[in-house]
């Protein structure tokens, strides 16, 4: 049986899709205590935090790597944001940005076989795609491992347009396939909930709504595309992000007048993200859109995770 640790594990998206391809998860870890929660909750593992607290020969041994190292160091709205507050961004971002190089530590100690790594489409042109040349360096020349990676977009395994960059290596192999997607995309008909089983807590207050009417009305004036996204049954959503509790506006359910629209409830948000119906969410609602924001998109990864198994044996 394949064995895997799940590093910055959240809530377990890569833990599904490497179980579900008949992998067994030796190792967990994450800072958040709150997604240890829903972690401990769905898999009866408790994960470890701070990874740079964790001894790496304690790791118990393993096959693959997964891990989806925080990317807001290198997101768009991450670096702008960052930008416009005059902090470091990248691997300059001290909290963040330097954990691939805990990875890297952990694969040059262990040697696994294999790993699979996720983040946000721009890491690949990050600080003039130099960020991309350093892990790229690290992984092939200083760690020996052959790689290969890709950018998918969810959209063609959920209903949402949400692009992402997977990075495979492999310690013995020399060649890869990626898996292609399916060709046909879900819509959001398939997740959404009938509107009259939603909490009227969830549709978004007068005052909300006019401002974020306002605020999208005064970007258009200006030729910005700002603004909030609102979407019916039959649409692919904008991106889910962390920042979705705030005020929701990148996913507004229409609703029949003369209601306002609506957030998508956590269990949504969960359907969104490809996890089961079963799917526990022990934490608030806050931090619920939280943990799936920053997630993996469920059967996405497993697409890849079957891929990647399969090529071992």
């Given at each position: 049986m394949i064995k895997f640790i799940d590093l910055f594990c959240g809530i377990g998206g890569f833990h599904l899709a490497m179980e579900r391809n008949g992998a067994k998860c030796v190792f967990a870890c994450d800072w958040d205590k709150h997604s240890r929660i829903t972690y401990s909750k769905n898999f009866n593992i408790a994960p470890f935090g701070d990874i740079h607290k964790i001894p790496i020969a304690s790791i118990p041994k393993f096959d693959v790597l997964c891990a989806g190292?925080?990317?807001?160091p290198f997101s768009l709205a991450g670096v702008s944001k960052k930008n416009s507050l005059g902090k470091k961004h990248g691997f300059e971002d001290e909290k963040q940005g330097n954990l691939f190089f805990s990875i890297a530590d952990i694969i040059e100690y262990h040697k696994p076989k294999a790993f699979i790594l996720e983040n946000v489409k721009n890491l690949l042109s990050h600080d003039k795609h130099r960020t991309f040349k350093i892990i790229l360096n690290t992984l092939q020349t200083a760690l020996g491992y052959n790689v290969f990676y890709k950018v998918y977009d969810a959209s063609h395994y959920v209903p949402q347009?949400?692009?992402?960059?997977?990075i495979v290596g492999f310690r013995n192999r020399s060649s890869f396939q990626f898996p292609n997607p399916p060709l046909k995309k879900p819509l959001l008909k398939t997740i959404l909930k009938k509107n009259r089983r939603v909490s009227?807590?969830?549709?978004?207050s007068n005052k909300l709504w006019e401002y974020l009417k306002s605020y999208a009305e005064k970007h258009k004036k200006s030729g910005n595309g700002f603004g909030f996204g609102l979407v019916d049954e039959n649409s692919i959503s904008r991106t889910l992000s962390a920042?979705?509790?705030k005020d929701g506006s990148e996913i507004l359910v229409k609703q029949k007048t003369?209601?306002?629209?609506?957030?998508?409830t956590p269990q949504e948000c969960a359907l969104l993200m490809g996890f089961p119906k079963t799917f526990k969410i022990p934490v608030s609602d806050t931090q619920a859109y939280r943990q799936f924001g920053n997630s993996v998109v469920v059967p996405l990864a497993q697409d890849i995770a079957k891929a990647v198994i399969r090529h071992l044996s």
């Open positions: 190292f925080p990317c807001q347009h949400r692009e992402r960059v997977f009227d807590k969830y549709t978004l920042r979705y509790y003369p209601k306002n629209p609506r957030r998508l």
